[in-house]
């Protein structure tokens, strides 16, 4: 998934916002009354009465060789297919994996004024096409009409 919307089940087990279930498994106790997620992938909490934090997992990340091989199911899920290649797991910002922000929303990849600007570009070169189809359509009815 993508989804980093994280949400505490019944049992406190940290999941997606549609329920699924982080792998491997963190459950974060009853008497938690903070946690904070590292760049590292480290889940920490702070217990009530209690200064320190105490980590209580690791959030793994997945690269595939092939990401464009991923099959969308929705939701920000992906299915792993063989064009994906082989999963590799890892620690965010070990081995070139990303890091992980708490709080944080991922950023689009879209220039909107760049694609504004292909739009318009596009625009005119379908106009030029047009006219263009529009100009040697009109001089073929003047040749028909020069047969008559």
């Not at 998934?1 to 792998?23: M, P, S, V, W, Y």
């Not at 060789?65 to 939701?75: A, F, Q, R, Y």
């Not at 909107?112 to 096409?129: C, G, K, L, P």
């Amino acid at each position: 998934t993508r989804d980093g919307a994280f949400k505490l089940d019944g049992e406190g087990r940290i999941t997606t916002a549609d329920g699924f279930l982080l792998q491997p498994e963190i459950t974060v106790p009853d008497n938690a009354t903070s946690i904070v997620f590292g760049n590292d992938g480290t889940v920490s909490i702070r217990i009530e009465g209690e200064d320190q934090w105490e980590e209580i997992g690791q959030i793994e990340l997945v690269r595939f060789l092939n990401p464009g091989g991923l099959e969308s199911i929705g939701k920000n899920l992906f299915r792993a297919t063989a064009a994906a290649g082989r999963p590799q797991f890892g620690t965010p910002g070990l081995d070139g994996l990303g890091t992980i922000a708490q709080g944080m929303l991922e950023m689009s990849n879209v220039k909107t004024i760049e694609e504004m600007v292909n739009m318009i570009t596009a625009q005119r070169a379908y106009e030029i096409n047009s006219n263009a189809i529009r100009a040697a359509d009109e001089m073929l009815q003047v040749a028909n009409n020069l047969k008559r």
